[in-house]
């Protein structure tokens, strides 16, 4: 009898506690919020882009740069698996939103991320499924960032790869 009654006041203090944390949440979201952009931490104009690189001709020099209709400097790419605590991605100058986006886009194998930069923060973003540019085939251990005119070229199994002359 004493347990049931004690299951019973873990019960009460549970749904207090939960209906205090409810009535707070709004201020407490809105500060949080306030002090994130308050130091550059969030970036509305962050946007998803389509790339169509499902019709990009295999064997041919491509840019990104020639699918975007803004002025971005610089891309940075990531693979499948990428582990998002390295210090250059936990350095990149993005959104909470898109950073965690990001976390999340990372464990799936069909995918990778391209992030479109201005001057070191993040304007944009796409998602490119790996059929149809696989960008996981390109040696990431020395190199992410690339500048918006780096060009690349897709062999005939759609892997892209840094075209040097």
Do not use: W
């Not at 809105?30 to 994130?36: H, K, Q, S, T, V």
């Not at 610089?74 to 990149?92: C, E, G, R």
């Not at 479109?116 to 490119?128: D, E, P, R, S, W």
């Amino acid at each position: 009898m004493g347990n049931y009654k004690l299951g019973y006041k873990a019960i009460i203090v549970i749904f207090v506690i939960a209906l205090v944390s409810a009535s707070c949440s709004k201020n407490i979201k809105e500060d949080i919020y306030f002090a994130l952009n308050e130091y550059g931490l969030i970036h509305p104009q962050e946007t998803a882009l389509e790339l169509p690189l499902n019709k990009q001709p295999v064997e041919q020099v491509f840019a990104i740069k020639e699918f975007c209709t803004e002025d971005y400097d610089s891309i940075f790419v990531l693979p499948p698996y990428y582990y998002t605590k390295q210090t250059d991605f936990a350095n990149l100058n993005m959104s909470y939103k898109l950073r965690s986006k990001c976390d999340y886009i990372v464990k799936f194998d069909t995918f990778s991320t391209i992030l479109f930069m201005t001057k070191g923060k993040i304007k944009a973003y796409a998602v490119i499924k790996r059929s149809d540019a696989d960008f996981a085939t390109i040696d990431f251990e020395k190199q992410h960032l690339f500048p918006i005119e780096q060009q690349f070229i897709l062999d005939k199994e759609r892997n892209v790869h840094i075209y040097n002359k």
